[in-house]
C-alpha cells in the first residue's frame, strides 16, 4: 500500500484540483483531505460522512478565585497572551504551559476543549476521511497526524492499494506531519519567480524528511520562460517533471458539477496530460518497489 501527497507552495496553486484528479484515476484508494485549516476536496469528491468525531486539545485558564494578580504570569509570557484583567487570550495562547508552572497561588489549570472535527465517510472516489480545524487552533500537525493514521487503518480494512492525500499548502507544521512517512510527494507549482521559490523550499523539506518528490507543472502555458526554469531547476536537482498542465477554463466548469476535469472534459489537453502524470506516478512507485 502506497501514501500519495499533493502539496503545494501556497495555496490556489491547482493542488486540490489535481489530487481530485489522482483520487478519480486511482479507483482503489482511500482519499484524505489534510488541509484542515481549508479542507475542500469533499466537495468534488461528493463524500458523506459516516462517523465523525471531536478533536481536543488542552489549554489553561485563570481561576480569579486563585488569582492574586500578582503579575508573574503576565511578566513572562513571551507571547502576550495574558490580558490586564488576568485572563489567558486564545488567539495568542501557544500553550507551552509556562504560566501553570510559575504561578505561585496554583490559580493556572489545564483544561481540554474541542478545537475541531475528524470525519469518514464515503465518497465517488473510495472511503474518505477529512477534518477541521477551528480558526486560530494550533495542534494542526496532530490533526493532520490523527486523520493520516485512520486513513492507512480504513486502507488496511477495505484492502485499498493506497491512500491519496491533498495536502495543505505552505512548509509549516501541518504540511511536515502530511509529508512525513509518506511514499511521494507531488508539488504542484504554477511558473512564476514565487513559485520556483517555493517549490524550492518543498524540495529542501522533502529532502530533509527524505521523501520521493515529483513536480507537476500547473498553468504552464501563462510564462513559458519561467516555465522552462521550473524544468532547468527540477532537472538541476534531479527532480522529475510528471506533467505541464495548460490552463484550461473546463477547470471552474467541472467544480461547479462537482466534478474532476478528467470527468468533466476527458479528450482536453489537460485532462490528458493528468492521465499521462498518473501513470508516471504509478511507475516510479512500481519502480520504488523493484528497487526495494
Not at 485499498?160 to 495536502?167: E, L, R, T, Y
Not at 510527494?185 to 530533509?208: F, K, N
Request: with cysteine.
Amino acid at each position: 500500500m502506497k501514501e500519495l501527497i499533493v502539496t503545494g507552495g501556497k495555496g490556489g496553486c491547482g493542488k486540490t484540483t489535481v489530487a481530485a484528479s489522482f483520487a478519480y484515476l486511482a479507483k482503489n484508494c482511500v482519499v484524505a483531505d489534510c488541509d484542515v485549516d481549508s479542507p475542500n476536496l469533499g466537495i468534488v469528491a461528493q463524500s458523506q460522512v459516516t462517523k465523525r468525531e471531536s478533536f481536543l486539545a488542552k489549554h489553561f485558564e485563570i481561576d480569579n478565585n486563585k488569582c492574586t494578580n500578582c503579575g508573574l504570569c503576565r511578566e513572562k509570557c513571551a507571547f502576550n497572551a495574558i490580558n490586564k484583567d488576568f485572563q489567558i487570550v486564545p488567539l495568542l495562547c501557544e500553550s507551552c504551559g509556562l504560566c501553570m508552572a510559575i504561578c505561585p497561588q496554583d490559580a493556572i489549570r489545564e483544561i481540554e476543549g474541542v478545537i475541531g472535527h475528524w470525519k469518514i465517510g464515503t465518497s465517488r472516489f473510495g472511503p474518505f476521511l477529512d477534518a477541521y480545524l477551528q480558526p486560530g487552533a494550533e495542534n494542526s500537525g496532530k490533526l493532520v497526524t490523527l486523520i493520516r493514521k485512520k486513513a492507512q487503518e480504513k486502507a488496511e480494512e477495505c484492502g485499498a492499494d493506497g491512500i491519496v492525500i491533498d495536502g495543505p499548502p505552505g512548509t509549516g507544521c501541518p504540511v511536515i506531519a502530511s509529508i512525513t512517512g509518506t511514499d511521494l510527494a507531488i508539488a504542484v507549482v504554477e511558473p512564476s519567480l514565487s513559485g520556483i521559490h517555493d517549490v524550492g523550499r518543498i524540495i529542501e523539506l522533502t529532502s530533509t524528511l527524505k521523501t520521493p518528490i515529483a513536480i507537476v507543472i500547473n498553468k504552464a502555458d501563462i510564462s513559458r520562460k519561467n516555465t522552462s526554469d521550473l524544468i532547468a531547476f527540477a532537472k538541476e536537482n534531479d527532480i522529475p517533471i510528471l506533467g505541464e498542465l495548460p490552463y484550461d477554463k473546463n477547470v471552474n466548469t467541472a467544480q461547479s458539477h462537482r466534478e474532476t476535469v478528467v470527468e468533466y472534459a476527458p479528450e482536453s489537453i489537460l485532462s490528458i496530460e493528468l492521465k499521462m502524470a498518473w501513470n508516471k506516478i504509478l511507475d516510479l512507485l512500481a519502480r520504488q518497489n523493484d528497487e526495494a
